[in-house]
């Protein structure tokens, strides 16, 4: 927490003869690359890094925009590396040398909403009404597997969708999150909602469906969630765990969390004996820490769902049996337990009648952004200012 601090005294006080350049992560650009090409020490911000921080820099990304502060003489005060939405990494210069450590990224969130009539496609729709990608795909992605817009739907049916989004100083940043989705169509209207256990749901209390299979070790304990960012309290620094832990006893098989070709299977350090697996819609399942993999299980083989891929064990850097499973959408780790449901599972009971209560209150929403019309608010296009920039602002 130290250095938490440390970095508001730091933006204070070099803040007027500094310079805070944005930059794009460029294709390809690995983080050594970018240490090298900005003269940073190696030694000190990877090499002589723990593991785990080393494996953090690897979580860089094609496309995100990170910024460089640095004193009049040109000579780099302070780096921010934004690794997810949750959490980045801070290189600083203290004295003669650079320091590194992951930090939380700061964020609000607002809960937004819009309604629609359809001109097209829902897709055509919502691109058109909000000019968000993002919105679009969430939304034809949620029914894609229980409504059949191409033959259903009619001009001018009504759309609802009610969402999280994150912003960072006055900027959208991530993706939203889907509370609830409506469209009518044959006057029917059909649901989603997002339930207090961060499961969706139709207006059934039935789970949506989705592609891949809950465990891939059955009836294995989880031992460690996903997080973006979590703090370990002995060593007293962020951390990320980046996919799910199950503990099962060696040998205990793997199965595919889903169908597709498998694009890994050797060793990769930390990971131990590793398989990447890629699906469908840009989705890539990893199965790392195995003991060994199932006979025939190679690079360019084609795997079904449920098939067994390997046994659980406990090679690279891991404390116990265990799989560390991971689920990534075009390169970026997203959490399983999000997108991965099992079969159709419908609410009973205490759970179903709290679902019932969430709904009523959502029906209600949606119902007030129909008949009031909602409308998106319009972002407002990137402006060049982050916070460091915001602090000079503030101090004239
Ligand atoms: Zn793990």
Known sequence: MIQFFLLFTLLTTTIFASKVDRHRWENGESYLVFLEKNKLPTKALYYNLDKDDQRLTEEMRAGIHYQILRNKNGTIEQVLLPLNDELQIHIYKEKESYKFEPIPIIYTTKTEAFSAKIVSSPNYTIMKKTGSKKLAQIFTASFRNSLNFKNDIRKDDPLVMIFEQKYRLGEVFSMPKLKVAMIEMRHKKHYIYLNDDERYYDEKGHEVEGFLLARPVRGARISSYFSKRRYHPVLHKWKAHLGIDYAARRGTPIVAAGSGKIIYASRMGTYGNLVKIRHSDGYETRYAHMKSFRRGIRKGKYVKKGQVIGYVGTTGRSTGPHLHFELRKRG????????????????????????????KSYDKEIASHLTHNAEYKKQTKFQNICFLHRETKDAK
């Open 332 to 359: 970026r780790a997203i959490n399983p337990l999000r997108v991965v449901q099992v079969t159709t599972k419908k609410l009973k009971g205490k759970n179903y009648r709290a679902f019932v209560q969430l709904k």
